[in-house]
């Protein structure tokens, strides 16, 4: 590896690749799981994750929420880790998504939801781990070894992982057909130029990441990217929430990353966005509909559901090289490891 070349950046290179793969060797995995799905036709799906691939899991809220119309709520691991409380979960689908799938709370929290009565599914970059042989079925992602301690890959591929199996859920045409260009679009995301918040972001010591719907899932993985990879405050709020109070910490230049997409929500994404900047914010928005924020040039996918995949790729490749400009090796985080044992 050279020294301007970090593993996180050949990872974030290796997405594209990596997004094909898991369409082509898992995607008799993710007919079959719809399939299941759609039998079963359960009244809500739950999710289990934390950290990125808890984003991950919110993205598959909104995909899940808007596309086949069943509502997704969060369980908590500790429900099942810490606090041994049975749920009653008869009849749901249970989705649990890790990376490793190996963290001792999200694998008890999948078997609990199975004794619950739950089907239950594993998202996972490992078939042969813990949590896929406590789960009815598994989508293993297809990522390859992710060796930067940032999720990036894993990411993208968990998030493309649920947003396929809603697609042939739902028998979507048009989001299947985008799914399946997705891997070209995702190439070019990661040249996308957002060197100008590469710049402002580098100076930062807090920063606001905004979105709302399936956008708002990729901004929560910035701010969390952000804190990780660059030891930078970042803060993630809907864009419907940031006026209700976190506002009152905007003064002049401070950062603001607002997540937006050719959707329903980017009319209000993009209000927002000029309004911050209108009381002196640093606004960057993904979106050509700004008049007072500054335009990130955005790849569009030729749907609203995989656009946000291909944003989350150029913020990727953006915040890399915040954190080498910050001294900050993005491999070896301080304090963090690859396989978070949490209880």
């Given at each position: 590896?050279s020294?301007?070349?970090?593993?996180?950046?050949?990872?974030?290179?290796?997405?594209?690749?990596a997004?094909?793969?898991?369409?082509?060797?898992?995607?008799?995995?993710?007919?079959?799981?719809?399939?299941?799905?759609?039998?079963?036709?359960?009244?809500?799906?739950?999710t289990?994750?934390?950290?990125?691939?808890?984003?991950a899991?919110?993205?598959?809220k909104?995909?899940?929420?808007?596309t086949?119309?069943l509502?997704?709520?969060?369980?908590?691991?500790?429900v099942?880790?810490?606090?041994?409380?049975?749920?009653?979960?008869?009849?749901a689908?249970?989705?649990?998504v890790?990376?490793?799938?190996?963290?001792?709370?999200?694998?008890?929290?999948?078997?609990?939801?199975?004794?619950?009565?739950?089907?239950t599914?594993?998202?996972?970059?490992?078939?042969?781990?813990?949590?896929?042989?406590?789960?009815?079925r598994?989508?293993?992602?297809?990522?390859?070894?992710?060796?930067?301690?940032?999720?990036?890959?894993?990411?993208?591929?968990s998030?493309?992982?649920?947003?396929?199996?809603?697609?042939?859920?739902?028998d979507?045409?048009?989001?299947?057909?985008?799914?399946?260009?997705?891997?070209?679009?995702?190439?070019?995301?990661?040249?996308?130029?957002?060197?100008?918040?590469?710049?402002?972001?580098g100076?930062?010591?807090?920063?606001?990441t905004?979105?709302?719907?399936?956008?708002?899932?990729?901004?929560g993985?910035?701010?969390?990217?952000?804190?990780?990879?660059?030891?930078?405050?970042?803060?993630n709020?809907?864009?419907?929430?940031?006026?209700?109070?976190?506002?009152?910490?905007?003064?002049?230049?401070?950062?603001?990353?607002?997540?937006a997409?050719?959707?329903?929500?980017?009319?209000?994404v993009?209000?927002?966005?000029?309004?911050?900047a209108?009381?002196?914010?640093?606004?960057?928005?993904?979106?050509a509909?700004?008049?007072?924020?500054?335009?990130?040039?955005?790849?569009r996918?030729g749907?609203?559901?995989?656009d946000?995949?291909?944003?989350?790729?150029?913020?990727?490749a953006?915040?890399?090289?915040?954190?080498?400009?910050?001294?900050?090796?993005?491999?070896r985080?301080?304090h963090?490891?690859?396989?978070?044992?949490?209880?």
């Amino acid at each position: 590896m050279s020294e301007t070349e970090s593993l996180m950046r050949r990872e974030i290179a290796e997405i594209p690749a990596a997004a094909a793969r898991l369409l082509d060797a898992s995607g008799a995995d993710i007919r079959a799981a719809a399939a299941a799905a759609r039998s079963l036709d359960p009244a809500y799906i739950a999710t289990v994750a934390r950290g990125s691939s808890d984003q991950a899991c919110t993205f598959l809220k909104y995909a899940a929420e808007l596309t086949l119309g069943l509502p997704v709520a969060s369980l908590g691991p500790s429900v099942a880790s810490i606090y041994r409380a049975p749920l009653r979960l008869a009849g749901a689908l249970a989705i649990t998504v890790s990376q490793s799938g190996r963290s001792p709370d999200i694998v008890e929290m999948a078997r609990a939801a199975r004794a619950g009565g739950a089907m239950t599914l594993a998202v996972t970059n490992d078939a042969g781990s813990p949590l896929a042989l406590a789960c009815d079925r598994t989508l293993d992602i297809q990522a390859g070894p992710e060796l930067s301690v940032a999720a990036t890959k894993t990411f993208v591929t968990s998030a493309l992982a649920g947003l396929a199996l809603v697609a042939e859920w739902k028998d979507d045409r048009d989001l299947r057909a985008a799914i399946a260009a997705l891997p070209g679009h995702l190439e070019r995301a990661t040249r996308a130029d957002w060197g100008a918040l590469a710049e402002l972001s580098g100076r930062a010591r807090s920063l606001y990441t905004l979105g709302r719907g399936p956008s708002f899932a990729m901004s929560g993985e910035a701010a969390l990217k952000f804190k990780e990879t660059c030891q930078i405050h970042g803060e993630n709020y809907s864009s419907a929430e940031v006026l209700h109070g976190p506002v009152s910490i905007v003064g002049p230049d401070f950062p603001v990353l607002a997540f937006a997409v050719p959707d329903a929500a980017e009319s209000a994404v993009v209000e927002v966005a000029d309004a911050l900047a209108a009381k002196g914010a640093a606004v960057f928005v993904t979106s050509a509909r700004a008049s007072a924020a500054t335009e990130l040039p955005a790849v569009r996918t030729g749907h609203p559901l995989t656009d946000p995949l291909a944003l989350v790729v150029s913020f990727y490749a953006m915040v890399e090289r915040v954190a080498r400009a910050r001294g900050i090796d993005p491999d070896r985080p301080r304090h963090l490891s690859k396989v978070t044992a949490t209880v």
